[in-house]
Nanobody, 115 residues
């Protein structure tokens, strides 16, 4: 099992910034991709950004140029720096870790952007 602890969500005004963190513990060997998804009320969960163990990144078109994902392999932690936040970024953000054929999810952290 892999246990994920997220932090950094909150309420911010449009144009502001937040930094999310997700620390992995447990059976953390051979972790491949780490990423962030989000789910807004009434919408499906969607990929925001992901990063492989080699540092390759993927972003949703809606966040390109505003969000940046990074990871510290020594700390088994993934970060999501969110800048120029918009009200439409409001959602619960979930950390996801892939290890082999297994996928693990955090409990989610609320991000609310006021206009």
């Amino acid at each position: 099992q892999v246990h994920l602890v997220e932090s950094g969500g909150g309420l911010v005004q449009a144009g502001g910034s937040l930094r999310l963190s997700c620390a992995a513990s447990g059976r953390i060997f051979s972790i491949n991709a780490m990423g962030w998804y989000r789910q807004a009320p009434g919408k499906q969960r969607e990929l925001v950004a992901a990063i492989t163990s080699g540092g390759r990144t993927t972003y949703a078109d809606s966040v390109k140029g505003r969000f940046a994902i990074s990871r510290d392999n020594a700390k088994n932690t993934v970060y999501l720096q969110m800048n120029s936040l918009k009200p439409e970024d409001t959602a619960v953000y979930y950390c996801n870790v892939a290890r082999g054929i297994y996928s693990y999810w955090g409990e989610g952290t609320q991000v609310t952007v006021s206009s």
